[in-house]
Protein backbone atom coordinates (compact mmCIF):
# COMPACT_ATOMS: atom_id res chain seq x y z
CA UNK A 1 0.00 0.00 0.00
CA UNK A 2 2.35 3.06 -1.21
CA UNK A 3 -0.14 5.54 -1.38
CA UNK A 4 1.95 8.85 -3.50
CA UNK A 5 5.56 7.88 -3.59
CA UNK A 6 7.85 10.87 -4.30
CA UNK A 7 11.45 10.66 -6.19
CA UNK A 8 14.30 11.79 -5.50
CA UNK A 9 13.79 12.41 -1.95
CA UNK A 10 16.89 14.74 -1.81
CA UNK A 11 18.68 16.16 -4.66
CA UNK A 12 21.26 19.12 -4.83
CA UNK A 13 21.03 21.38 -7.85
CA UNK A 14 23.59 24.23 -9.24
CA UNK A 15 22.16 27.46 -10.81
CA UNK A 16 20.92 26.77 -14.39
CA UNK A 17 20.58 23.12 -14.05
CA UNK A 18 17.16 21.32 -14.90
CA UNK A 19 15.99 18.39 -13.29
CA UNK A 20 12.27 16.37 -13.16
CA UNK A 21 10.71 15.39 -10.16
CA UNK A 22 8.16 12.10 -10.00
CA UNK A 23 5.57 11.63 -8.16
CA UNK A 24 3.68 8.45 -8.26
CA UNK A 25 0.13 7.23 -6.87
CA UNK A 26 -1.95 3.98 -6.85
CA UNK A 27 -5.31 4.75 -5.67
CA UNK A 28 -6.32 6.25 -9.25
CA UNK A 29 -6.69 9.52 -7.80
CA UNK A 30 -8.03 11.91 -10.64
CA UNK A 31 -6.50 14.59 -8.50
CA UNK A 32 -2.75 15.53 -8.56
CA UNK A 33 -1.40 18.64 -6.86
CA UNK A 34 2.47 20.04 -6.41
CA UNK A 35 3.01 21.91 -3.51
CA UNK A 36 6.01 24.06 -2.03
CA UNK A 37 6.82 24.45 1.24
CA UNK A 38 9.16 27.44 2.60
CA UNK A 39 9.83 28.40 5.94
CA UNK A 40 6.91 30.92 7.47
CA UNK A 41 4.97 30.72 3.89
CA UNK A 42 3.26 27.12 4.55
CA UNK A 43 2.36 25.40 1.40
CA UNK A 44 1.29 26.98 -1.66
CA UNK A 45 -0.28 25.02 -5.26
CA UNK A 46 2.65 25.21 -7.71
CA UNK A 47 0.68 23.49 -10.73
CA UNK A 48 -2.29 20.71 -10.38
CA UNK A 49 -3.71 18.24 -12.52
CA UNK A 50 -7.56 17.18 -12.55
CA UNK A 51 -7.39 14.28 -15.06
CA UNK A 52 -5.04 12.26 -17.56
CA UNK A 53 -3.70 15.20 -20.07
CA UNK A 54 -4.89 17.68 -18.43
CA UNK A 55 -2.54 20.40 -16.10
CA UNK A 56 -2.92 23.82 -14.78
CA UNK A 57 -1.32 26.64 -12.97
CA UNK A 58 -2.02 26.71 -9.30
CA UNK A 59 -0.33 30.04 -7.11
CA UNK A 60 3.25 30.09 -7.95
CA UNK A 61 3.65 28.08 -11.19
CA UNK A 62 6.40 30.72 -12.73
CA UNK A 63 9.79 28.73 -12.91
CA UNK A 64 8.13 24.87 -13.28
CA UNK A 65 6.40 22.70 -15.74
CA UNK A 66 4.50 20.11 -15.17
CA UNK A 67 3.03 16.37 -17.23
CA UNK A 68 0.69 14.22 -16.63
CA UNK A 69 0.81 11.53 -19.58
CA UNK A 70 -0.37 8.58 -17.41
CA UNK A 71 -2.92 8.86 -14.56
CA UNK A 72 -0.84 7.68 -12.06
CA UNK A 73 2.01 9.97 -12.16
CA UNK A 74 2.78 13.53 -12.11
CA UNK A 75 6.08 15.13 -13.13
CA UNK A 76 7.26 18.66 -11.94
CA UNK A 77 9.95 20.10 -14.10
CA UNK A 78 13.05 23.12 -13.38
CA UNK A 79 14.73 23.83 -16.78
CA UNK A 80 16.88 25.91 -15.09
CA UNK A 81 16.75 26.08 -11.66
CA UNK A 82 17.24 29.36 -9.22
CA UNK A 83 18.38 29.33 -5.69
CA UNK A 84 14.91 30.55 -5.17
CA UNK A 85 13.64 27.53 -5.59
CA UNK A 86 15.73 26.05 -3.05
CA UNK A 87 13.01 24.48 -1.26
CA UNK A 88 10.45 21.06 -0.16
CA UNK A 89 8.53 19.45 -2.56
CA UNK A 90 4.87 17.92 -2.19
CA UNK A 91 2.78 15.95 -4.37
CA UNK A 92 -1.05 15.23 -2.92
CA UNK A 93 -3.70 13.41 -4.42
CA UNK A 94 -7.17 12.50 -4.17
CA UNK A 95 -10.03 11.12 -5.63
CA UNK A 96 -12.76 13.45 -7.11
CA UNK A 97 -16.10 14.11 -5.78
CA UNK A 98 -14.20 12.77 -2.59
CA UNK A 99 -12.73 15.84 -1.58
CA UNK A 100 -13.70 15.76 1.72
CA UNK A 101 -11.77 12.89 2.69
CA UNK A 102 -8.31 14.42 2.44
CA UNK A 103 -5.68 14.46 0.45
CA UNK A 104 -2.75 12.08 0.53
CA UNK A 105 0.57 13.55 0.99
CA UNK A 106 4.12 12.14 -0.61
CA UNK A 107 7.23 12.26 1.72
CA UNK A 108 8.42 15.12 -0.23
CA UNK A 109 11.63 15.94 -2.11
CA UNK A 110 14.30 18.37 -0.42
CA UNK A 111 15.76 20.46 -3.58
CA UNK A 112 18.72 23.07 -2.72
CA UNK A 113 19.61 25.10 -5.64
CA UNK A 114 23.23 26.27 -5.04
CA UNK B 1 -9.56 34.98 -2.14
CA UNK B 2 -9.95 32.21 0.65
CA UNK B 3 -7.31 32.45 3.17
CA UNK B 4 -6.39 30.18 6.66
CA UNK B 5 -4.51 32.32 9.30
CA UNK B 6 -3.10 30.40 12.24
CA UNK B 7 -0.94 30.92 15.38
CA UNK B 8 2.53 31.20 14.59
CA UNK B 9 5.11 29.23 17.12
CA UNK B 10 7.02 27.54 18.05
CA UNK B 11 4.26 26.94 20.92
CA UNK B 12 6.72 24.94 23.73
CA UNK B 13 4.61 22.74 26.34
CA UNK B 14 5.25 20.78 29.01
CA UNK B 15 3.94 17.39 28.79
CA UNK B 16 0.37 16.67 29.92
CA UNK B 17 0.01 20.41 29.21
CA UNK B 18 -3.59 21.18 27.55
CA UNK B 19 -3.36 22.65 23.57
CA UNK B 20 -4.95 25.19 21.98
CA UNK B 21 -3.76 26.15 18.55
CA UNK B 22 -6.05 28.98 16.50
CA UNK B 23 -7.17 28.57 12.99
CA UNK B 24 -9.74 31.38 11.30
CA UNK B 25 -10.30 31.25 7.90
CA UNK B 26 -12.27 33.45 5.17
CA UNK B 27 -13.92 32.01 2.74
CA UNK B 28 -16.07 32.38 -0.16
CA UNK B 29 -18.35 30.10 0.51
CA UNK B 30 -18.57 26.72 2.45
CA UNK B 31 -15.04 25.12 2.77
CA UNK B 32 -14.36 21.81 4.56
CA UNK B 33 -11.72 22.20 7.20
CA UNK B 34 -8.59 20.48 8.00
CA UNK B 35 -6.06 19.83 10.58
CA UNK B 36 -3.01 18.25 9.12
CA UNK B 37 0.20 16.83 10.89
CA UNK B 38 3.99 16.94 9.90
CA UNK B 39 6.12 14.71 11.79
CA UNK B 40 9.95 15.36 11.82
CA UNK B 41 11.46 14.23 8.05
CA UNK B 42 8.01 13.41 6.78
CA UNK B 43 4.96 14.68 4.89
CA UNK B 44 1.94 15.85 6.07
CA UNK B 45 -1.20 13.17 7.16
CA UNK B 46 -4.43 13.85 8.08
CA UNK B 47 -5.44 14.75 11.59
CA UNK B 48 -9.07 15.41 11.36
CA UNK B 49 -11.68 17.06 9.23
CA UNK B 50 -15.17 18.86 9.27
CA UNK B 51 -17.43 19.17 6.43
CA UNK B 52 -20.29 21.40 7.40
CA UNK B 53 -20.87 23.76 10.66
CA UNK B 54 -20.65 22.55 13.64
CA UNK B 55 -19.45 19.49 13.03
CA UNK B 56 -16.37 18.24 15.64
CA UNK B 57 -13.48 16.37 14.03
CA UNK B 58 -11.61 13.97 15.96
CA UNK B 59 -8.36 11.73 16.56
CA UNK B 60 -5.50 10.39 18.50
CA UNK B 61 -7.31 12.98 21.27
CA UNK B 62 -7.37 16.08 19.23
CA UNK B 63 -10.71 18.10 18.46
CA UNK B 64 -11.75 20.60 16.51
CA UNK B 65 -14.84 22.32 16.24
CA UNK B 66 -16.47 23.98 12.54
CA UNK B 67 -17.66 27.33 14.08
CA UNK B 68 -19.23 29.22 10.78
CA UNK B 69 -20.15 32.70 13.04
CA UNK B 70 -16.68 32.59 14.04
CA UNK B 71 -15.25 31.23 11.36
CA UNK B 72 -12.32 29.31 13.39
CA UNK B 73 -11.29 25.23 13.62
CA UNK B 74 -9.11 25.40 16.59
CA UNK B 75 -7.50 22.66 17.59
CA UNK B 76 -7.67 21.23 21.04
CA UNK B 77 -5.72 18.36 23.04
CA UNK B 78 -6.53 17.83 26.36
CA UNK B 79 -3.03 16.49 27.58
CA UNK B 80 -0.49 16.53 25.00
CA UNK B 81 2.55 14.43 24.52
CA UNK B 82 6.29 14.39 23.39
CA UNK B 83 5.50 12.31 20.76
CA UNK B 84 2.79 15.34 19.11
CA UNK B 85 5.94 17.46 18.98
CA UNK B 86 5.35 18.48 14.87
CA UNK B 87 4.39 21.02 13.02
CA UNK B 88 0.43 21.00 12.45
CA UNK B 89 -1.00 23.17 9.52
CA UNK B 90 -4.85 24.16 9.32
CA UNK B 91 -6.59 23.92 5.92
CA UNK B 92 -9.31 24.06 3.79
CA UNK B 93 -10.89 22.97 0.69
CA UNK B 94 -13.82 22.78 -1.30
CA UNK B 95 -15.73 19.93 -3.06
CA UNK B 96 -14.68 19.56 -6.48
CA UNK B 97 -10.84 19.73 -6.80
CA UNK B 98 -9.12 21.55 -9.31
CA UNK B 99 -7.70 25.05 -8.16
CA UNK B 100 -9.16 25.03 -4.77
CA UNK B 101 -6.67 22.40 -3.60
CA UNK B 102 -6.26 23.01 -0.24
CA UNK B 103 -5.46 26.60 0.81
CA UNK B 104 -2.77 26.26 4.05
CA UNK B 105 -2.08 28.42 6.98
CA UNK B 106 1.62 28.86 7.66
CA UNK B 107 2.03 25.88 10.28
CA UNK B 108 2.49 26.12 13.95
CA UNK B 109 5.43 24.04 15.23
CA UNK B 110 4.84 22.64 18.68
CA UNK B 111 7.31 21.39 21.00
CA UNK B 112 6.49 19.13 23.92
CA UNK B 113 9.18 18.83 26.43
CA UNK B 114 9.64 15.96 29.03
Known amino acids: NAGVTQTPKFRVLKTGQSMTLLCAQDMNHEYMYWYRQDPGMGLRLIHYSVGEGTTAKGEVPDGYNVSRLKKQNFLLGLESAAPSQTSVYFCASNRRGREVDGYTFGSGTRLTVV | GDSVTQMEGPVTLSEEACLTI???????????LFWYVQYPGEGLQLLLKATKADDKGSNKGFEATYRKETTSFHLEKGSVQVSDSAVYFC?????????????FGKGTHLIIQP
Open chain 2, 91 to 103: ALSYSGGGADGLT
Open chain 2, 22 to 32: NCTYTATGYPS
